[in-house]
């Protein structure tokens, strides 16, 4: 499904001098390479500032990769022309951290979703009916009442919007989702409830899905296999149980051990 070979993606920032023009490098992602496969959930961990939500975003064409290559389904993302990437991307898909930043604040719940939706089937602008079918068929897939869509995001709790951005990044019926940090803005108690739809979805829709977490509990419930970054490099790859049990990178193990313990 998706293939990264030596990803980089570096920043020049300049250091801040009055009287010199000295810059720095930034080695957000230095050289990463992943494949996932079709329908599979690679789980992403790390510690805040290591390049996780970097390298989700140079994968989305967001920011521009430095080097290397990202390749989904036989195509080379990094060397297609910006109206092919924004063609291809209704394939790849995204949930951002926070819902209410994601959310257009002046959209209804219907207007967010419909826009998304006639992006893949531009023939539903023409058919008002068909279109609010499919709206409330997305919105009941995700566990959120029909009756709300012409509700704006504000007028809903977290959970409930984390919904509406799962809807909106299913609408264009992608392959690939790519999850950063989905739950960590949420109570603990609704984290189970969004992380059990993904799982759901994942197997309704045959999924494919990256979930970016600096939670490794959260990552082990739902990951297939995961990959540990840390400082732009992935430094320990493996199935989610090998990784949790039987860590190799020193890593990885102290990541485990400031898990705290009841």
């Known amino acids: 499904m ?7 993606t570096h920043f020049t920032v300049n250091k801040g001098l009055i009287f010199s023009k000295q810059v720095d490098t930034v080695k957000a992602v230095n050289g990463v390479s992943l494949s996932i496969k079709d329908g599979e959930i690679l789980g992403l961990v790390g510690e805040s500032g290591c390049g996780k939500s970097t390298l989700s975003r140079t994968i989305m064409q967001l920011i521009p990769a430095t080097d290397g290559t990202i390749t989904l389904e036989g195509t080379e993302l990094t060397g297609l022309p910006k109206n092919e990437v924004r063609a291809r991307r209704l394939d790849f898909q995204m949930i951002f951290q926070d819902p209410y930043a994601s959310l ?54 977290g959970g409930q919007r ?37 799982l759901d979805l994942r197997k309704e829709l045959n999924l494919t899905m990256i979930f970016i977490s600096h ?25 989610a149980d090998r990784v949790f049990n039987q860590p190799e990178h020193p890593y990885t193990q102290r990541l485990l051990k400031a898990i705290p313990q009841l």
């Open 2 to 8: 998706l293939e990264l070979q030596d990803v980089k």
């Open 104 to 157: 257009n604040p002046r959209m209804t719940v219907f207007t967010s979703l419909a826009e998304a939706l006639t992006q893949r089937h531009p023939a539903l602008k023409k058919n008002k009916s068909k279109l609010t079918d499919a709206v409330v068929e997305l919105m009941e897939r995700c566990g959120l009442n029909p009756s709300f869509m012409q509700k704006y995001p504000h007028e809903f709790s």
């Open 162 to 198: 984390q919904r509406i951005a799962i809807a909106r990044a299913l609408a264009p019926e992608p392959k690939l989702i790519i999850a950063d940090e989905p739950v960590s803005a949420l109570d603990v108690s609704i984290q189970s409830q969004i992380l059990n739809l993904l």
């Open 215 to 239: 939670d490794l509990s959260v990552v082990r419930y739902i990951a297939d296999n995961i990959a540990v970054m840390y400082k732009g490099e992935i430094v320990e790859y493996g199935e």
